[in-house]
């Protein structure tokens, strides 16, 4: 059973260029980045984390998941193109500094909804200036894009499974030193994960993580070429049939595999139905919860209006998807536009 755990650390530790023994095993993302948002980790020789700042398009886990007792969180804006404005993290930095105070600054990757990576070395280099932490949630990214926890600079990132096609119920965090200690531990009990998150690993599980770790490391760069071509095959044809088509992130490099569009006046509570009808999964760019629709936080964040979030559809393309599947989606949006302006007419 170790040996199935310890080669699974082996195998999600090459794959973002990390130690094995920096490799904290956690059930989940969400788990991992709970573990991470904790203004209590000790770095020798540097100062105590005081402040805290995340992006304003983070998964829920990382803005729901700081430490209880920080109720103080900066939301980092970002720009219509949904990339962190760096300027608006250079002044809190400032202030911070001011302040004789340092923190801790959370930034993903790269986003859920749209696919916008962020210039997260960029982020790392400037957080560290100013004497802070950096945790970057990779979740989406790994196996999707390279990742090395090196490269970033990160301190802490966050892994998920079942993104990169492993199981469910597996997850980590992974340290970018061995000399940062984090004094509560997420779950208390025994002594397992550095102490961090107690109780017996779910071993297939894990095992099936590092599996499924090796395997999008070696198949990244195909991964990412098939993804791509599919991925503009797929914006081309909807830019033929819907002109007014807006296109969120355009402008920034998103992940091969995400594409997050809205046509205005196809709202996607409508056009997600419809799909599924005809066998197609997508998500629309706002969630529902307790029977109301709430428009996307990411979306409202890039400055999109509510009319527009509301017609937010987002496609992920998955490691087996196929240029029949391709077009049979556009073939479906083009007859669900035509039934819907048909309708609307006789309506007129
Ligand atoms: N972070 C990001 C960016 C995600 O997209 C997700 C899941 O969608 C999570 C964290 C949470 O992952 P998990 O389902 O493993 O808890």
Redesign the pocket.
């Known amino acids: 059973m170790r040996k199935l755990v310890e080669a699974a650390r082996h195998e999600v530790a090459d794959l973002v260029d990390a130690l094995a023994k920096n490799v904290v095993f956690c059930a989940?993302?969400?788990e991992a980045?709970n573990l991470a948002l904790n203004l209590d980790w000790q770095r020798p020789g540097k100062p105590s984390l005081r402040r805290m700042a995340v992006s304003s398009v983070e998964?829920a886990?990382v803005t729901n998941g700081a430490h209880p007792q920080n109720t103080d969180i900066a939301l980092l804006p970002v720009d219509g193109q949904g990339v962190l404005d760096l300027g608006a993290l250079d002044a809190l930095l400032n202030e911070w500094r001011e302040n004789g105070e340092t923190g801790l600054v959370s930034v993903?990757l790269a986003n859920?909804e749209t696919g916008v990576v962020q210039p997260v070395g960029e982020i790392a280099a400037r957080v560290h200036a100013n004497g802070g932490l950096f945790h970057c949630?990779a979740?989406?990214a790994v196996g999707k894009i390279p990742c090395s926890i090196n490269e970033i600079d990160a301190d802490l990132l966050?892994i998920?499974s079942?993104?990169l096609g492993g199981p469910l119920g597996a997850?980590a965090l992974v340290l970018g030193s061995d000399s940062l200690h984090q004094p509560n531990a997420l779950i208390r009990g025994g002594g397992q994960e550095k102490g961090l998150r107690a109780g017996t690993e779910n071993v297939p599980a894990l095992a099936g993580f590092g599996v499924a770790a090796r395997a999008a490391a070696r198949d990244l760069a195909t991964y990412a070429e098939k993804s791509l071509a599919l991925r503009s095959m797929l914006e081309a044809a909807l830019r033929e049939t819907s002109p007014d088509m807006v296109l969120f992130g355009e402008g920034a490099t998103r992940l091969p595999n995400t594409l997050n569009f809205a046509e205005p006046g196809m709202a996607a509570e409508t056009t997600l139905i419809a799909l599924d009808l005809e066998g197609i999964s997508v998500s629309s760019g706002s969630a529902c919860s307790s029977g109301k629709v709430k428009v996307s936080h990411v979306l409202t964040a890039m400055g999109v209006a509510p009319a527009l979030a509301g017609c937010a559809l987002r496609v992920s393309l998955g490691r087996e998807t196929t240029v029949q599947e391709i077009e049979f989606f556009v073939t479906a949006w083009k007859r669900l536009r035509k039934n819907l302006h048909e309708r609307r007419h006789r309506a007129a």
């Open positions: 989940s993302a969400t980045n998964h886990s993903m859920n949630d979740a989406q966050t998920s079942h993104k997850g």
